[in-house]
């Protein structure tokens, strides 16, 4: 995708060929700012701080975290320990521990004078696999939009997505708005409706910001608006991404994501959630019972951070002083309120049949 027309991804190798520079998230859509991350503890800031953020690149950057620890130190106890302290970071998207796994995996059965080339090299790999897996389910995603379009005769699909499920939570395309991408790309007349997502405001500070600078037509609506649009009518599809959907398709995305799922129920709109493989924890059946919810800093509710008209970035206090306040960072939406899941493989139903009968290797590993 592009920012300024300039064609961009999330995460890279800086020109010194060892550092590893990221967009700072938390100074968009008021500055685009380049970080560089120099150490493994640096990257795992970058992702508490939310500097980086989203499911899939919350992994690539814990992938390039491993790299940069095996650069001051190689050994088994270096790795453990990078393992385990980008481990911590956040909570609930399993994309995390699958890169880690994986880095883990690869690192761990070679010597350590091979391991630092091997862990930029697959730090690399799982970028550009994940530009790759989020091309496809935007391939899968469009074919929805397409049937959709077909019914509208050539007025907008309108589309409600939630959060920021866009090319900035991943390395490239997004998953939620790769289909949008996609249909906008081939002509396709699409409006999204954009959830502003408190408290963080991903929605309105980084979808509404990657729609913008892509040309696609949009409106940013505050959170509690949804249920109003869909009563109306004015919502064809809804669809959102995951942070951890388990083998039975339940599926923890952004706070607010249930309710919208709720709303769509009730007004029989089509509610999808775009994913890729490593969004799967196959571990887990019960997503109420065993997802774990991130809780952050309540300051996150009280304050909002805005720019002065034509002036520097600041944070207001917007609660009463002293009131104290819950920031729970997810939801869980349970499977029989998804109409469906698009993944790299193509789409299926939100069950364990329906994930089964896309990666059918998960039932042979599991027997
Ligand atoms: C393709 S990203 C899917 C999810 O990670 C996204 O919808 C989301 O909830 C991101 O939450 P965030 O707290 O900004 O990391």
């Given at each position: 995708?592009?920012?300024?027309?300039?064609?961009?991804?999330?995460?890279?190798?800086?020109?010194?060929?060892?550092?590893?520079?990221?967009?700072?998230?938390?100074?968009?859509?008021?500055?685009?700012?380049?970080?560089?991350?120099?150490?493994?503890?640096?990257?795992?800031?970058?992702?508490?701080?939310?500097?980086?953020?989203?499911?899939?690149?919350?992994?690539?950057?814990?992938?390039?975290?491993?790299?940069?620890?095996?650069?001051?130190?190689?050994?088994?106890?270096?790795?453990?320990?990078?393992?385990?302290?980008?481990?911590?970071?956040?909570?609930?998207?399993?994309?995390?521990?699958?890169?880690?796994?994986?880095?883990?995996?690869?690192?761990?059965?070679?010597?350590?004078?091979?391991?630092?080339?091997?862990?930029?090299?697959?730090?690399?790999?799982?970028?550009?696999?994940?530009?790759?897996?989020?091309?496809?389910?935007?391939?899968?995603?469009l074919?929805?939009i397409r049937?959709?379009a077909?019914?509208?005769?050539?007025?907008?699909?309108?589309?409600?997505?939630?959060?920021?499920?866009?090319?900035?939570?991943?390395?490239?395309?997004?998953?939620?708005?790769?289909p949008?991408y996609q249909a906008h790309h081939e002509g396709i007349?699409v409006?999204?409706?954009?959830?502003?997502?408190?408290?963080?405001?991903?929605?309105?500070?980084?979808?509404?910001?990657?729609?913008?600078?892509?040309?696609?037509?949009?409106?940013?609506?505050?959170?509690?608006?949804?249920?109003?649009?869909?009563?109306?009518?004015?919502?064809?599809?809804?669809?959102?991404?995951?942070?951890?959907?388990?083998?039975?398709?339940?599926?923890?995305?952004?706070?607010?994501?249930?309710?919208?799922?709720?709303?769509?129920?009730?007004?029989?709109?089509?509610?999808?959630?775009?994913?890729?493989?490593?969004?799967?924890?196959?571990?887990?059946?019960?997503?109420?019972?065993?997802?774990?919810?991130?809780?952050?800093?309540?300051?996150?509710?009280?304050?909002?951070?805005?720019?002065?008209?034509?002036?520097?970035?600041?944070?207001?206090?917007?609660?009463?002083?002293?009131?104290?306040?819950?920031?729970?960072?997810?939801?869980?939406?349970?499977?029989?309120?998804?109409?469906?899941?698009?993944?790299?493989?193509?789409?299926?139903?939100?069950?364990?049949?329906?994930?089964?009968?896309?990666?059918?290797?998960?039932?042979?590993?599991?027997?």
């Amino acid at each position: 995708m592009r920012i300024d027309g300039r064609p961009m991804r999330t995460i890279w190798v800086g020109a010194d060929g060892w550092s590893v520079e990221i967009i700072d998230q938390t100074k968009l859509p008021h500055l685009f700012e380049v970080a560089a991350l120099r150490s493994m503890e640096d990257a795992a800031r970058a992702i508490s701080h939310m500097a980086v953020r989203g499911a899939p690149l919350i992994g690539a950057t814990a992938a390039y975290g491993v790299a940069l620890a095996m650069r001051e130190d190689a050994s088994d106890a270096s790795l453990e320990r990078a393992v385990a302290v980008l481990g911590a970071t956040r909570p609930t998207a399993v994309n995390l521990h699958w890169a880690l796994n994986d880095m883990k995996a690869c690192l761990g059965a070679a010597s350590p004078s091979d391991r630092l080339d091997l862990a930029y090299d697959r730090a690399a790999q799982i970028c550009d696999e994940d530009v790759e897996t989020c091309r496809l389910i935007g391939a899968h995603g469009l074919e929805i939009i397409r049937a959709l379009a077909e019914k509208k005769d050539g007025a907008p699909v309108n589309i409600l997505t939630h959060c920021n499920a866009g090319w900035l939570a991943c390395i490239d395309w997004g998953t939620a708005t790769s289909p949008i991408y996609q249909a906008h790309h081939e002509g396709i007349p699409v409006h999204v409706w954009v959830d502003e997502t408190r408290p963080r405001n991903q929605g309105a500070f980084l979808t509404a910001f990657e729609l913008g600078q892509e040309g696609v037509p949009h409106t940013i609506i505050v959170d509690n608006a949804g249920g109003h649009l869909m009563q109306k009518g004015k919502v064809d599809f809804c669809i959102v991404g995951t942070d951890r959907t388990t083998a039975s398709g339940d599926v923890a995305n952004k706070i607010g994501t249930y309710l919208k799922a709720l709303a769509a129920a009730d007004n029989g709109v089509p509610f999808y959630v775009a994913l890729p493989h490593s969004t799967i924890d196959w571990s887990l059946e019960d997503g109420l019972r065993d997802i774990p919810i991130e809780e952050r800093d309540g300051r996150e509710v009280t304050a909002m951070a805005g720019r002065i008209p034509g002036g520097e970035v600041v944070e207001v206090d917007i609660a009463a002083p002293g009131s104290p306040a819950a920031n729970y960072g997810f939801d869980v939406t349970p499977a029989r309120l998804v109409s469906g899941f698009v993944t790299e493989r193509g789409l299926c139903d939100a069950s364990r049949e329906g994930l089964l009968s896309l990666y059918p290797e998960r039932a042979r590993e599991a027997s």
